[in-house]
């Protein structure tokens, strides 16, 4: 077994039961937002094989772009290439919203907030093994052993945090309306671009190691207010309506 699947294990049950469990404690116990961390699993690879890979080939053969330019590619095409996960990986992230069950669960703003991290985990574990399936297939990585991908490990541990916190700004925003849906799908892309931006310079070339990774610091410290702030505001939400309701008195103690 390549190195990478062993390690790919080892994150995604350290992700699910560290973000799983969070979720578990923060909601009072309430297991049933546990369960949305199984639907969002394939809508990474499926994403990026429907959707994302056939635009980015389409367009660039139709431009007459050769693959792997590096900084001769023109400007224009980097932008278009840069802006497909934002754009296409906040939409789908949602698409289980569309069983009934999963919609019955938006009973309030305390609710949306823990099914829009969950659903944004589930799709981060699903994105974490697509990785370690494309690592796989690449012969000068799939010789090393599993010890070697710590960076793979301590990226997508935080990444699923991510995941699930854009998510949460997009379903607590289409819990209230579609206006502030709109405005929540708006914010969730631009800040997963925000978080993205690093990334895509060092592999450019534009930026060392270390600058892509200071590029990354602050945005994370971004994500951790916004969980933060969305906490507060379902917790004033959900007083307002229901003060009552189991749910939101454990909310409010933790």
Same mark, same amino acid.
């Given at each position: 077994?390549?190195?990478?699947?062993?390690?790919?294990?080892?994150?995604?049950?350290a992700?699910?039961?560290? &973000?799983?469990?969070?979720?578990?404690?923060m909601?009072?116990?309430?297991?049933?937002?546990l369960?949305?961390?199984?639907?969002?699993?394939?809508?990474s690879?499926?994403?990026?094989?429907?959707?994302?890979?056939?635009?980015?080939?389409?367009?660039?053969?139709?431009?007459?772009?050769?693959?792997?330019?590096?900084?001769?590619?023109?400007?224009?095409? %980097?932008l278009?290439t840069?802006?497909?996960?934002?754009?296409?990986?906040?939409?789908?992230?949602?698409?289980? %919203?569309?069983?009934p069950?999963?919609r019955?669960?938006?009973s309030?703003?305390?609710?949306? %907030? &823990?099914?829009?991290m969950?659903?944004?985990?589930?799709?981060?574990?699903?994105?974490? +093994?697509?990785? +370690?399936?494309?690592?796989?297939q690449?012969?000068?990585?799939?010789?090393?052993?599993?010890?070697?991908?710590?960076?793979?490990?301590?990226?997508?541990?935080?990444?699923?945090?991510?995941?699930g916190?854009?998510?949460?700004?997009?379903?607590?925003?289409l819990?209230?309306? +579609?206006?502030?849906g709109?405005?929540?799908?708006?914010?969730?892309?631009?800040?997963?671009?925000?978080?993205? +931006?690093?990334?895509?310079?060092?592999?450019?070339?534009?930026?060392s190691?270390w600058?892509?990774?200071?590029?990354?610091?602050?945005?994370?410290?971004?994500?951790?207010?916004?969980?933060?702030?969305?906490?507060?505001?379902?917790?004033?939400?959900?007083?307002a309506?229901?003060?009552?309701e189991?749910?939101?008195?454990?909310?409010?103690r933790?």
């Amino acid at each position: 077994m390549p190195g990478i699947y062993v390690m790919a294990i080892i994150t995604l049950l350290a992700s699910a039961g560290l &973000w799983g469990g969070l979720m578990y404690v923060m909601s009072g116990r309430n297991r049933r937002y546990l369960w949305l961390l199984l639907p969002g699993l394939p809508l990474s690879a499926l994403v990026n094989v429907w959707i994302k890979r056939p635009l980015m080939v389409g367009v660039g053969q139709a431009a007459g772009i050769p693959p792997n330019m590096g900084l001769q590619t023109p400007l224009w095409f %980097l932008l278009f290439t840069f802006t497909l996960a934002p754009v296409f990986e906040e939409a789908i992230k949602v698409l289980p %919203l569309l069983l009934p069950w999963v919609r019955r669960l938006l009973s309030g703003p305390v609710a949306a %907030l &823990w099914v829009g991290m969950a659903l944004g985990i589930s799709f981060g574990l699903g994105e974490a +093994a697509f990785l +370690a399936y494309g690592v796989a297939q690449q012969p000068e990585y799939a010789r090393l052993p599993w010890y070697v991908f710590t960076g793979y490990f301590s990226e997508r541990l935080l990444v699923c945090f991510v995941h699930g916190v854009m998510t949460a700004v997009l379903v607590t925003g289409l819990q209230h309306s +579609a206006g502030r849906g709109v405005v929540g799908y708006l914010a969730a892309a631009g800040l997963h671009a925000l978080l993205n +931006a690093g990334a895509i310079l060092f592999q450019l070339g534009l930026i060392s190691s270390w600058a892509a990774q200071l590029m990354l610091v602050v945005p994370l410290i971004l994500v951790a207010a916004i969980f933060e702030r969305l906490r507060r505001n379902a917790i004033r939400q959900a007083e307002a309506t229901h003060p009552s309701e189991e749910e939101v008195v454990y909310f409010r103690r933790v």
